[in-house]
Each structure stands twice: as C-alpha cells, then as structure tokens.
C-alpha cells in the first residue's frame, strides 16, 4: 500500500470512529510505547516536536565550512602496508582528525536538524545542501598530497557517525517546503540522483518532517511530468515509482507508451509487474505494444520480448512465442536466446538468419550512453560470442579449421580455444546424461559466456536440446576426435608438465571427459584409458591425480 493509499484508509477509518473510540486507541497506543519513547509521545500530543534548540551559530557554519574549502583544516593520513602477495593486498590508508572535523560536522548537522523542526525550511534547505556537498580535505604525511573524502566516504572510514539516510530525507523534506513547481522537482531530483540517495524513494519523503506535507496531489503530477523529460536510469525508476503511486499499473503502461523513447525501462517494468500478477494475456499485450514502438538495436527490447515470450507460452501462443524469441535475440543477442530458436518447428531457417546477423553486429559496446542510463544501450555482440553462434550455428568445419591453426596451450582461460575444445567434446559425446567431467566443462562455459548472469538461462539444458539436432557424420567425428586427442595431449602437458596446479582441475575435467566420449562411441574402457596413461605420464603429480578422484 502506497503513502497516498495508506493515509485514505486512515482518514476514512478516522471519520468513522466515535471520540471515545479515539480517546482509547490514542490511550492504547500510549500504554504500548515503551520507556524511551514517553517523551516523545507527550511532546506529540501537546503538538511539539522534539529539536535540538538553533542559536546563532550560521556564522560559526560558514566560516568552518570555508576552513574546509581552503584546506585550512583536514584529515591527516598515512598508507599503511599489511603484506598481501601478487594478486593484492591489505594496505589502507588510515586518517586521523587532529581538527576535529567529526565533532564539528556533528554538531553542524544537529543545527540543520533544528532549523528543521522550528521550521525554518529555506535556511534548514541551503545548511544541509552545504553541508552534504562538502568535500573534506586529506593530506597524507609522508608524501604530503593532497586528496579528497565525501561524507559518504567519512562515514565509511568510520570519521564521523552519521544517519545518512535521515539527513537526506531532512535535506529533501526541507526543500520540499522551500520550493515550488518545476524548481522543486528539479531541486529534489538533484539530490535523488547522488549516491547518498540512491535507494530512497520519492514516497519516504511524505512521512519525514515536523508537520504532513500539503499539495501532494498538485506535486505527483509536477513530479510526474518533469521526470518525463530526464533522460537516465535513475530518472526512470523514479518515473515507475510516480505512475504507481498516481494510478497504478494502468497509469504506467499508459506514461510507458508516451515516454518510450526516452525511458523504454517502463515498459520492461509493466510486463515484469502483470507478468508476476498472473496477468499473462496483459502483459502479452503491452510487451508486443513496445515491440512495435522500441527501436531493435535497443537491448532492454530483448529483455521485454523475452518476458512477453514467458506470457506467450503460459498462453499457448506458439506464434507470438515464435515472434518474441526472435525479437529478443534481435535486440539481445545472447547464447540464451539463441539457443532457444532451437526450440521453434522451422528452427534451421531462423537459426540461420540469427547467425548471420550476428555476425554484422559491433564488436565493442557503444560509448553514446554511458553507466547511467542503461535503459538505453544498444547491442554488440564480442568477437568470441560471434564465433560461439558461429559453432552452434553448426559451423564446425570452419571452427575446426581455425582452431587448428592455433597453437595456444596455455592461458585457454581468454583464448577462444578454451572453448572451442570442451564444446567439440561436448559435441562428440553420445551420453544422454551428463558426468561430473562433463559438468566441469559445462560450468566452464557457463561461467565464461555470463550465462549464470542471465534470468532463468540455463546452458545444461538447452545445450543437450540444442544437441539432439546437431547431427555428425562418422567422418566428421573421426576428424574431430583426432584432432581434439592432439589438443588435449598438448593442453595437459603444458599444464601439468608446466607445473600450474591450479588449473589442474581443468585438465583432469577435459581428459576424463574426452575418455567418457571416446567410450560412449565404442571405445571399451576409453575413460579409464585415458587416465591411467596420463596419470603414468606424471606419476609425482599427486594433486593432479586426485582431481580424478574428485570426478568419479
């Protein structure tokens, strides 16, 4: 229940309780506060509020906030080294206040507080806006640079204790009652937009304060209407949250077809929120409404044509299911949805459309939108995912051929080769079920292709549907089996003969699941084989012969 919902019911409920109904709820609620909320309790009833009292100390504020613009008092630091090895360390810098910044900035705060609750919104607005955009000076002591803390970034060192949170809110709640119209909604987004608020809602603003903010109503539409107009992924989750609390999810569907071009994320919001409210056939309607208007190249139109594909299928709506799985690897062009056009009766025809376009994708993402509006990226596709579409657009012949060319037996881990090999053996294998060896290698592409990254992607099982399509000739498996016994050879040799324990597993993975498929085509004992000769060609590699126990 939103704020504007929540205090409807109060009021209604209010109205209809009797004064004696009302003297004994207030007198229940009393008995039930608890000892260090008496007071507080009291000072409601005779309408005070609690506030630290405001001398005249504005000036005392300004000339220490100058003292912090001009470095003329700072946080000392030094660096200070706690071992670590190659890979990092525990070094920190540690600061010491010899000013006492904390205890100033405390006490500049509790007089921000107080002009608060006396209400005095205009002063009580520009104290905490100075206060909150300081930045407190460091010098370090051997090197003597300087360099720069956010309160944020004082709290966090653990320099000053401070609710960060309830400042921002007091800082909001303030100009809220400073300001008017558009300057208003320009003002309170300024601060929405920092780091420090973040994770507060425009809603959290309604119950902060001495008194309940007027003009809500005349506000949301304010509200509303300018966060329309800003371009940005935090403008655009604040936009979701006014559509709901001014009309639910009809208001949102309805903002999302006008503001599509600039805040498409309205749209993937609508259809989680009806797809989730088991309203499948609504968010069918709307996630093919922003199919129409979205531009392809756009990759959160993936997103939304792959959650209406969820709405289609609960459906049974085997053609708009068709349409959504390819507009979401249009726009989107993951492994994950390409795999799934294997799923569709004409799949070799779409699978090979999808591949080729693939293929004229950029390499490298677009610079034009940046970290903070994200609603707005377009797709690319890395060389490597173009080569991984490429093999399982069953191009094995031209994979095979490249890959022999390179002789890279190490770092597999940033080579293509490192997964083009445990694909081919996957590939060759003609087990039903997969082993341990080969959710090794499973977990291994997952991992790399980002696909634990993806909602509701699972690579096992449209690997092995994919699989059951992908049909070799004899000749094309002795060709490949040949070639992959040589890389696996040179592979564990460079591994283990190099003395790289800890990709041992890695190895161990690859030889035993090369002789699981050598087995499964007709190879008697091929898994046992393979093992015995490798772990005889390196019998003082204890730690590689028990990553073979580990896979049994």
Not at 217 to 245: H, N, Q, T, Y
Not at 272 to 298: F, H, I, S, T
Request: aromatic content about 12%; charged content about 30%; hydrophobic content about 40%.
């Amino acid at each position: 229940m939103n704020y504007h919902e929540f205090m409807e019911a109060v009021d209604k409920k209010l109205a209809l309780m009797s004064e004696a109904e009302k003297s004994g709820w207030i007198h229940n609620m009393a008995r039930t506060r608890s000892e260090h909320e008496r007071a507080a309790f009291l000072n409601s009833l005779m309408g005070k509020q609690e506030h630290f009292p405001v001398i005249s100390e504005r000036e005392w504020i300004e000339a220490w906030c100058r003292k912090i613009d001009n470095q003329e008092i700072y946080f000392e630091c030094s660096y200070e080294e706690y071992g670590g090895d190659y890979w990092g360390s525990d070094d920190v810098y540690e600061y010491t206040d010899i000013f006492e910044i904390g205890k100033d900035l405390l006490r500049a705060f509790k007089i921000a507080e107080g002009l608060l609750f006396q209400k005095d919104y205009s002063r009580a607005a520009a104290l905490y806006d100075r206060l909150c955009r300081l930045s407190f000076p460091t010098l370090e002591d051997e090197t003597e640079e300087w360099s720069e803390l956010s309160l944020e970034e004082l709290v966090s060192e653990g320099l000053v204790s401070l609710n960060l949170k309830q400042i921002a809110l007091n800082l909001l709640y303030a100009r809220y009652q400073a300001a008017e119209g558009r300057e208003r909604s320009a003002a309170l987004y300024t601060y929405l937009a920092w780091d420090m608020c973040k994770n507060i809602s425009i809603e959290e603003l309604f119950t902060a304060g001495p008194e309940e903010l007027k003009g809500l109503d005349v506000f949301m539409e304010e509200w509303l209407d300018f966060l329309k107009d800003i371009p940005g992924d935090r403008a655009g989750d604040l936009l979701i949250e006014a559509c709901l609390c001014r009309g639910g999810i009809v208001r949102l569907c309805d903002v999302a077809k006008e503001v599509c071009t600039r805040h498409p994320i309205l749209y993937k919001y609508a259809c989680d929120y009806l797809l989730n409210g088991n309203k499948a056939l609504e968010c069918e309607r709307v996630g093919l409404e922003a199919l129409g208007m979205l531009p392809e190249q756009l990759i959160v139109r993936g997103k939304i044509a792959a959650i209406t594909a969820k709405a289609a299928e609960q459906l049974e709506h085997p053609d708009i299911l068709r349409q959504c799985w390819e507009a979401a690897f249009y726009s989107e062009p993951t492994l994950n949805h390409y795999l799934q056009l294997f799923e569709l009766p004409d799949h070799r025809n779409i699978a090979d459309r999808a591949a080729n376009y693939a293929k004229t994708l950029p390499e490298r993402p677009s610079t034009a939108e940046g970290y903070n509006n994200r609603q707005m990226l377009v797709n690319h596709l890395s060389r490597e995912h173009k080569a991984v579409i490429r093999f399982f657009n069953r191009e094995f012949a031209a994979i095979y051929e490249e890959c022999k060319k390179n002789k890279t037996a190490l770092g597999w881990s940033s080579d293509f080769k490192g997964l083009a090999v445990p694909l081919f053996v996957l590939l060759l294998s003609k087990n039903k079920e997969i082993t341990k060896a080969g959710e090794k290698l499973i977990n291994g592409i997952d991992y790399r292709l980002g696909f634990e990254e993806e909602e509701g992607a699972d690579f096992r099982e449209l690997f092995l549907r994919w699989k059951e399509k992908a049909i070799l000739t004899d000749e094309e498996y002795e060709r490949y089996i040949e070639w992959l016994k040589k890389e696996v050879d040179i592979r564990t040799e460079a591994v283990v003969g190099g003395g790289h324990r800890k990709s041992y597993y890695k190895a161990a993975a690859l030889v035993a699941f090369l002789g699981e498929t050598l087995e499964s085509n007709g190879m008697a004992n091929g898994r046992r084989i393979l093992i015995e000769h490798y772990t005889k060609m390196h019998p003082r590699k204890r730690a590689f012969k028990g990553e073979f126990e580990m896979l049994k």
